[in-house]
Nanobody, 119 residues
Framework: VQLVESGGGLVQAGGSLRLSCAAS????????MGWYRQAPGKQRELVAS???????NYADSVKGRFTISRDNAKNTVYLQISSLKPEDTSVYYC??????????????WGKGTLVTVSS
């Protein structure tokens, strides 16, 4: 299973970006999908997650500014990020909890996409 993120880049404070993450490979289904981020010298932290049914969860620091969504038909999760702040600068990683052909739960990570916010 591969997760490929896209949409990162350099943006000025107050700007917006839309991140995408597409899953491909062999799996029966995808349960939760999520976005994490890791800034230099800091631990990776959950930004937002979404279940297959569309229930969402956000870190307090991004509530009201970030919106997670998914297209189950395309096995893709999105993160619309707005009102960006310099402290949002991080590598953003996509995560997916899949059900394998053997009916086991397997978690996968993308390689990350860099978001840099200039002040």
């Amino acid at each position: 299973v591969q997760l490929v993120e896209s949409g990162g880049g350099l943006v000025q404070a107050g700007g917006s970006l839309r991140l995408s993450c597409a899953a491909s490979g062999r799996f029966l289904s995808i349960n939760a999908m999520g976005w994490y981020r890791q800034a230099p010298g800091k631990q990776r932290e959950l930004v937002a997650s979404i279940t297959s049914g569309g229930s969402t969860n956000y870190a307090d620091s991004v509530k009201g500014r970030f919106t997670i969504s998914r297209d189950n038909a395309k096995n893709t999760v999105y993160l619309q990020i707005s009102s960006l702040k310099p402290e949002d600068t991080s590598v953003y990683y996509c995560n997916a909890d899949t059900i394998t052909p053997g009916n086991l739960l397997a978690k996968y990570w993308g390689k990350g996409t860099l978001v840099t916010v200039s002040s």
